[in-house]
Each structure stands twice: as structure tokens, then as C-alpha cells.
């Protein structure tokens, strides 16, 4: 996948995905991106995601976004990390960076 499908893929999702930073103690900003209505689904099922090695965030995304989980998808909120250098178009990491 191109940097540039992965540009239009990402803005496409901007209305479904709201973007937030943690900062994280030991590694420092991670992004977590929220699929669902934070307002709407505070009193609702919450699932906390992260991707496997050679995968995004995307990949969690696309699962929740299948017509399986449609029933599910109404009913919950998601937060999906990415991994720290494993972002889609992600650069690789520096030699010192600690998890």
C-alpha cells in the first residue's frame, strides 16, 4: 500500500476516527484513535485494541467496520493504539527508543 492510499484511507475514516495523543511515561506519545461516540457510549462496552506485528490500527478498524460487527459497532465504543513507529507512513524508530 502507497503512502498516498494510506493518506486518502485515513481521511476517509476521519469522520468514524477521532484522533487523540497519550502520553506515555516510559515511551513517550502514543496515538489511540476512538471508533464510536465517546459521549454517546460512556455507559457502554469500551474495547481496547492493539495491532499485531506488521499491522496497523487499520487493520482493527477494517474488522470493526465489517457488517458482522454492526450489532456490536452500535452498541460499543473502540480505542485502537498504534504502536509507536508502526503508524501507518511511519518512519522507522531511532536506535535508542525504549518501549
Known sequence: TSTR?????ITRMETVLKHHIVDVEKCGPVSCYVQGDL???REGV?????HDLGCTYLNW???VMDQA????????M???VAIPGQEPGASDLANEFKF
Do not use: G, P, S, W
Open 69 to 76: 460487527m454492526e450489532d456490536i459497532r452500535k452498541r460499543a
Open 46 to 50: 469500551v474495547f481496547l485494541t492493539v
Open 39 to 41: 459521549e454517546k457510549q
Open 61 to 63: 478498524y477494517n474488522f
Open 5 to 9: 492510499d494510506i493518506a486518502n484511507l
Open 78 to 80: 473502540f480505542i485502537h
